[in-house]
T-cell receptor, first 109, second 112 residues
């Protein structure tokens, strides 16, 4: 069974900090890696997709990298803002996405 | 338009009821998905439709019945559900089976 783990489970930072969220997998098969955010009780918002042939994607203050040899992806958030507070989920796969356990982020003003 | 629209947003149903969840997208996407998310857990895949044909069923109980009437619409028919089926049901779509997935806001289902 594929397992996707996210560390830390929860993170609280003051506004303005740069931060890194981690996502790790138990197998290194070919796959896409997608990062989402989820606000409480809401659906998922796609942030970044790293396709199987890519190593990195950037969008605004967000940068995601993928290292398949080590089975890890990281999401870097620069200059965090209170509006970034949400749960961040990574998901691995192609047609079937297997989601990580999530990181709850709280950014305080 | 990059929206996946789900209706209703909230649904309360009894164990003997029959109800349906609806999902619609107008992005021309050819793959559509149903996921189930229990409280404080990550979403789990239920069904995948690719080019309007069911391509993946993750051993979901028959009380959940998916339907894809056309390329823009995905339904989930519910019958004789159990209280443990209470969850957030998420619909998603993607241009093809191996591309970026876009999710709707979900239907919060409560079975009483």
């Amino acid at each position: 069974k594929q397992e996707v783990t996210q560390i830390p489970a929860a993170l609280s930072v003051p506004e303005g900090e740069n931060l890194v969220l981690n996502c790790s997998f138990t197998d290194s098969a070919i796959y896409n890696l997608q990062w989402f955010r989820q606000d409480p009780g809401k659906g998922l918002t796609s942030l970044l997709l790293i396709q199987s042939s890519q190593r990195e994607q950037t969008s605004g203050r967000l940068n995601a990298s993928l290292d398949k040899s080590s089975g890890r992806s990281t999401l870097y958030i620069a200059a965090s803002q209170p509006g970034d507070s949400a749960t961040y989920l990574c998901a691995k796969g192609f047609q079937k996405l297997v989601f990580g356990t999530g990181t709850r982020l709280l950014v305080s003003p | 338009d990059t929206e996946v629209t789900q209706t209703p947003k909230h649904l309360v149903m009894g164990m003997t009821n029959k109800k349906s969840l609806k999902c619609e997208q107008h992005m021309g996407h050819r793959a559509m998905y149903w996921y189930k998310q229990k409280a404080k857990k990550p979403p789990e895949l239920m069904f995948v439709y690719s080019y309007e044909k069911l391509s993946i069923n993750e051993s979901v109980p028959s009380r959940f019945s998916p339907e894809c009437p056309n390329s823009s619409l995905l339904n989930l028919h519910l019958h004789a559900l159990q209280p443990e089926d209470s969850a957030l049901y998420l619909c998603a779509s993607s241009p093809g089976p191996n591309t970026e997935a876009f999710f709707g806001q979900g239907t919060r289902l409560t079975v009483v």
